[in-house]
């Protein structure tokens, strides 16, 4: 038996000894390549070699790779806990050839590690070939003498690999393990080879064509071999088992949820489940990741909220997924370190995704639950799981897995009507009524001059009036322009549009906003100021230069911001949103915290070094491959042309951008941090100032500080002593009169307890008190119950039209007298409502007329409850 971690070390030892050069495994995120959520196989570090875009300093290669397939084409997640060995993480172990040996070797060194370093039984070992690769298939039956009915042919669905429709592909030899005959399933290349008995456990890929577009294969000129072996299913042979969840891997992780949920069936499927997802998040966010609402962020939280649902599946009600972090970095943290290195971050994040989440779970299951009681058939109903994710938030995909759970299914067609109604009924609401909303699908292409210029010549080409083409916009009315050629940048990125106006002889047409009007034409909101405006009217195009200008100081201000909240609070920070405006600019951002001061000043220092440092803005047109091998940031999601406009600030920022930028950083000249906030769970906000603006703020700032020095009398140098002399002279004051209320209030206590009617033996009082506080009632309820002996006492005060309540019962008589009952009755008079203990309670109240009535109910119910008598 050997744990994985000696499996992992002895692959890349018996490699390393035969040349091979050991690569550590690649992030998670995959470098530069958009193709691709996540890294899913160990060849994915090596994409460009094969390529032959790049070379490395060796041609032979051995890695152990941390994959996660749990989004985009490679998705496994729904299948966790319904079967033995599929998991949203797990590691490959790979070895490769980038033009060095081919077949021969790459089988040779496969089956010699398989039978003499782990001495697996040959008669074990089966192995399937592409059907048309003859060279394979007499490589393991003459050379390595695999026996020929241990030897199958497959199509190419699974024996041919290809990197795309084009490129590098070549044909497919695996290798399985027979987990014998008291395991159901087939021989691969059999009807039921789906059963577990034949596990694949090496796949070895021959890269030895190109495929053009045609479909045609030619020869590689330097054959290549990218091998993947899967570390959690060797395990599970070398350990005796085929159940991958019952490796060491994964033992201490289910035994861990099991103590945290109190779930003694370690075989349970919802155990399984946190156990794999467990190892996904952590690893997904040591590597930069953060829950969010789109792309890599998304997949994170669908696996943390399935993980946290299985938790509330076990009776869980309390945060536990993330104490599992240390159990996983216990596990797996020597052969990772940069998972210890994160284990606090890995765990506040996961902690507050779960705190956020819960009462969502909570409130989405009980209306799931009422759902699929009251269902006829099968089915769950579209508008049902429609209302449980637009109104509660509940995601469709935790819907469809309590659903599989039941043996139901989710009627798709019904949800994606309600959903197409719901959006019908958005755009209705926000549907144009004036022209600066116009959105129309335009055909053609403007050339945009903006980058050069703020003013030019341009002829126009169309206008539109209320959705429709015209010929012509008088004066006062408005429209949407085309020219043919046009300084003003439209709307894009997040940088508003430009305003400006068009002007000819006798003709005034003021620009309110600049938009796309489809992929490549753009549109001038326009409003006539004087005169007409008709097709094919030569004009002169000015934009408002100096509005320009603000924009560009907050837009090369913002991509500075990026990059310092890159670089004070880590790499998993990632654009969500931005708005670049002339008097402001707006980032949202991935992090799952708020920023403490220090950390908000940091990065206002940081992007002042940079404007300080007044390096020259650098723009250079590129095509997307160049900019990312550049290390360009791109925004996840983001279409990008094959020509792309990369910005370089120093070594500070890069970043793809088509906006408008300053020349130099030293012209934004000021950077100042108005507020930080959030506005979604795991999404923050900075709204900021630069230029004039940020320079008015700080002026503004300065006249507030200096008037509230002359309001203490002090200066601006000692305004926070004078601020502090105030606050302690505040709160000496305030506990003068405190104890000259407690005062008041005994003198009052004295007095009232001399107001107290017997009931059969039992004190009743009810009182109103004057200028008292609750505080100041609660106080003189103790003294007089401690006066009284065996008393019902309810006291009131009134203050700025609110009445404040508090009820009180001794010891001795809170069965069958409760002081919550009594405060409710009398607070309903009032307006108001309350509660407590058997022994006192309290209440407020907004109707102070009803004060009297109130208190005249106490000495009855009093009487009730001693004579059970009814209430008159």
Not at 233 to 242: D, F
Not at 491 to 517: F, Y
Not at 817 to 835: F, S, T
């Amino acid at each position: 038996m050997k744990s994985s971690a000696e499996l992992r070390t002895s692959f890349l030892r018996y490699f390393a000894e035969r040349g091979h050069q050991v690569v550590p495994g690649s992030p998670l995120v995959p470098a530069a390549d958009p193709t691709l959520l996540f890294t899913n196989a160990g060849m994915v570090q090596f994409k460009e070699v094969f390529l032959g875009r790049e070379q490395r300093p060796y041609r032979r290669a051995v890695s152990a790779q941390r994959c996660v397939r749990a989004g985009g084409k490679h998705n496994d997640l729904e299948n966790v806990g319904y079967t033995v060995r599929h998991h949203t993480f797990f590691e490959m172990l790979g070895n490769f050839s980038f033009g060095d040996y081919f077949k021969p070797e790459a089988i040779r060194y496969a089956w010699d590690y398989l039978t003499q370093v782990l001495a697996l039984p040959e008669e074990r070992l089966w192995i399937t070939v592409y059907e048309e690769d003859q060279e394979a298939e007499a490589i393991w039956r003459d050379d390595i003498g695999v026996s020929p009915e241990r030897v199958s042919r497959c199509g190419e669905q699974d024996n041919f690999w290809s990197m795309g429709e084009t490129g590098p592909c070549g044909p497919c030899s695996e290798i399985f393990y027979d987990h014998g005959p008291e395991v159901p399933g087939g021989p691969p290349g059999t009807l039921d080879q789906d059963g577990d008995r034949f596990v694949e456990v090496w796949n070895l890929v021959f890269m030895q064509y190109d495929r053009d577009a045609e479909g045609r294969l030619t020869p590689l000129p330097h054959p290549s071999v990218d091998t993947g072996m899967g570390l959690e299913r060797l395990a599970a042979i070398m350990q005796g088992t085929h159940d991958n969840y019952e490796i060491d891997l994964f033992r201490a992780l289910i035994e861990a949820t099991a103590e945290l949920t109190g779930c003694a069936d370690h075989r349970n499927q919802s155990l399984r489940v946190i156990a794999d997802h467990i190892r996904s998040a952590g690893f997904l966010i040591s590597d930069g990741i953060t829950p969010g609402n789109e792309g890599r962020g998304y997949v994170l939280r669908r696996i943390i909220r399935r993980a946290i649902r299985h938790g509330y599946r076990l009776g869980c009600r309390e945060p536990f997924f993330y104490r599992l972090v240390a159990t996983l970095t216990g596990q797996m943290g020597a052969a990772y370190p940069e998972l210890v290195a994160a284990q606090a971050q890995v765990e506040r994040v996961l902690r507050v995704e779960e705190e956020r989440f819960a009462e969502t779970l909570e409130q989405g299951m009980r209306i799931l639950e009422q759902a699929i009681a009251g269902i006829q058939g099968d089915r769950i109903d579209g508008a049902t799981v429609f209302k449980l994710y637009d109104t509660y938030g509940f995601p469709t995909d935790l819907t469809a897995d309590v659903a599989r759970e039941r043996g139901l299914s989710l009627d798709m067609a019904g949800f994606e009507q309600a959903m197409a109604e719901q959006k019908e009924r958005a755009r209705a609401a926000s549907r144009f009524g004036a022209t600066q909303d116009m959105a129309l699908d335009l055909e053609g292409e403007t050339d945009f001059t903006g980058y050069e210029r703020l003013a030019d010549q341009a002829t126009v080409m169309a206008i539109y009036r209320d959705g429709e083409s015209r010929d012509n916009l008088s004066e006062g009315q408005e429209g949407l322009v085309v020219l043919d050629v046009t300084p003003f940048y439209a709307e894009a990125g997040g940088q508003v549009g430009d305003t400006g106006e068009l002007v000819r002889r006798g003709v005034r047409t003021r620009i309110l906003d600049t938009r796309k009007q489809g992929t490549s034409v753009i549109g001038h909101i326009a409003r006539m100021a004087e005169g007409e405006l008709q097709v094919g009217d030569r004009v002169e195009v000015r934009v408002d230069a100096q509005r320009r200008r603000r924009i560009a100081l907050n837009h090369s201000a913002t991509h500075l911001l990026h990059a310092a909240l890159r670089e004070v609070l880590g790499d998993h920070v990632q654009q969500q949103g931005s708005l670049v405006g002339p008097e402001r600019l707006r980032f949202d951002f991935s992090h799952f915290e708020p920023l403490g001061r220090d950390q908000i000043l940091r990065i206002e220092r940081l992007v002042n070094r940079e404007i300080r440092a007044n390096h020259l803005v650098e723009t250079r047109i590129m095509s997307l491959d160049d900019a990312e091998a550049s290390g360009a940031m791109a925004l996840f999601g983001e279409k990008y042309a094959e020509q792309v406009r990369v910005l370089r600030m120093g070594d500070f920022s890069t970043e793809l951008c088509g906006g408008t930028h300053v020349r130099a950083l030293g012209d934004i000249g000021l950077f100042k941090i108005l507020a930080e906030s959030g506005i979604a769970s795991g999404v923050r906000r900075i709204e900021a100032m630069s230029g004039e603006g940020a320079l008015d703020q700080v002026e503004a700032d300065e006249e507030r500080l200096l008037r509230l020095a002359r309001l203490v009398k002090g200066t601006r140098e000692d305004l926070d002593d004078k601020v502090l002399q105030l606050l302690e002279q505040a709160k000496r004051l305030e506990k003068e009169l405190g104890e000259a209320k407690a005062k008041l209030a005994s003198s009052a206590g004295r007095d009232l307890a001399a107001q107290a009617v017997d009931v059969d033996g039992v004190k009743v009082l009810a009182a109103k008190l004057e200028g008292a506080d609750p505080k100041g009632l609660r106080d003189t309820l103790d003294r007089l119950k401690d006066q009284l002996g065996s008393a019902v006492v309810v006291l009131a005060a009134e203050s700025d039209g609110k009445v404040s309540l508090v009820a009180g019962v001794t010891k001795d008589l809170t069965d069958p007298m409760h002081a919550g009952d009594l405060v409710k009755l009398v607070a309903a008079k009032v307006g108001g409502r309350g509660g407590g203990r058997a022994d006192m309670a309290q209440a407020g109240g907004t109707d102070p007329t009803g004060l009297p009535e109130a208190l005249g109910l106490v000495e009855g119910w009093v009487r009730k409850k001693l004579h059970k008598t009814p209430l008159i």
